[in-house]
């Protein structure tokens, strides 16, 4: 059953879509107003929700207390300071849910930095929207959306995935938008790189803030997480529209490709075709890669990173200890919220 997170002046805010579509530089260009605190990549859903039953009914206060402290152990991992656990008790006593957690955890956030309002930009979150959409009824999500031959471009510069990797997961991000039971706020990359201070205006006034001229000066407070980076190069300095088109630089064959897998998303959402269309994808090799591409995707994109790899282990350590719990008898049987 929904509960109340905030009214709307005051709910969270979510940011998501397909990785690299510009994401982070609209929760940047937020996170720089007086009022609004933007998480960065808290992958709440992700980490938790498929979990969650293994919690058993969180109207108990020693199953609220379980999650309350995997939560803080994530917060920390992602190199946050959590929230006390008597502070996030007390944050979530008047709803004791899985979606109270999180509304609590972004509302501290934003206090903690002398804000009133938080949000999150989790991009793969595209994949719980509707559930989003029905537990945060006030909340105001903004998708974005990017050429998918540039996406990849910038994927596969930042990740060192495939063009296909890119391009399904370009493909599944659209899936969920279609799929969304309410309207939620387009944020195209294009239009907002090549008229940004109108397209910021515009995200203002979905949230009911008032728009600050220090949010197009984001680059100038750009957390240290960021910088000296290569997939933060371009947060260091104001918003220009020098990437779109870039992909043209990639080989014809990863061009083709691309559009192969999203052809019908990219007619569908505008986006002009290089040469002759490809011949159609199956419907299910829109979003859907085969299991071996996709093991192979998961390994290219952990690679040697080595912090890819300390949160993967994270969350995979997690999930083993919830799972174990129960199993050893330490908390009832998986129930519901």
């Known amino acids: ?113 002398g804000k009133v309002r938080g949000g999150d930009k989790t991009p793969e979150h595209h994949e719980y929207l509707d559930e989003i959409l029905e537990e945060f009824p006030d909340s105001p999500v903004f998708y974005l959306m990017r050429d998918p031959r540039d996406t990849a471009l910038s994927s596969v510069k930042s990740f060192g995935v495939s063009p296909a990797d890119a391009a399904w997961a370009w493909n599944a991000a659209l899936e969920s938008y279609r799929r969304a039971r309410r309207p939620v706020r387009l944020v195209r990359y ?55 088109g870039n992909f043209r630089q990639m080989a014809a064959h990863d061009i083709w490709t691309i559009e192969s897998i999203c052809g019908e998303g990219m007619e569908a959402e505008g986006y002009a075709f290089v040469g002759a269309r490809p011949p159609r994808a199956r419907p299910q090799q829109r979003v859907r890669r085969p299991f071996v591409a996709e093991m192979l995707g998961r390994l290219r994109y952990y690679g040697m990173n080595g912090e890819r790899w300390r949160r993967g282990f994270a969350r995979w350590r997690l999930m083993l200890r919830v799972r174990a719990r129960h199993v050893l008898g330490a908390a009832p049987f998986p129930g519901s919220r």
């Open 1 to 113: 059953m929904t509960q109340p997170h905030g009214h709307a002046g005051t709910a969270p805010f979510f940011i998501m879509g397909c990785r690299r579509t510009g994401t982070t530089l609209v929760s940047q260009i937020l996170d720089s107003h007086s009022r609004l605190a933007s998480y960065h990549e808290s992958y709440f859903y992700n980490i938790f929700r498929p979990e969650l039953r293994w919690y058993g009914d969180l109207a108990r206060p020693r199953n609220m207390d379980r999650l309350l402290r995997d939560a803080r152990e994530i917060i920390a991992m992602q190199r946050v300071t959590p929230p006390g656990l008597e502070e996030l008790r007390a944050a979530v006593a008047s709803t004791p849910t899985f979606e109270g957690v999180l509304a609590a955890l972004l509302r501290l956030y934003a206090e903690g930095r």
């Open 190 to 244: 294009e239009e907002l790189v090549q008229d940004p201070v109108e397209h910021v205006k515009g995200l203002c006034a979905v949230l009911g803030e008032a728009y600050e001229e220090s949010m197009m000066a984001f680059f100038e407070h750009l957390p240290d997480h960021f910088r000296n980076r290569p997939a933060g190069k371009k947060l260091e300095r104001p918003v220009d529209a020098s990437s779109i």
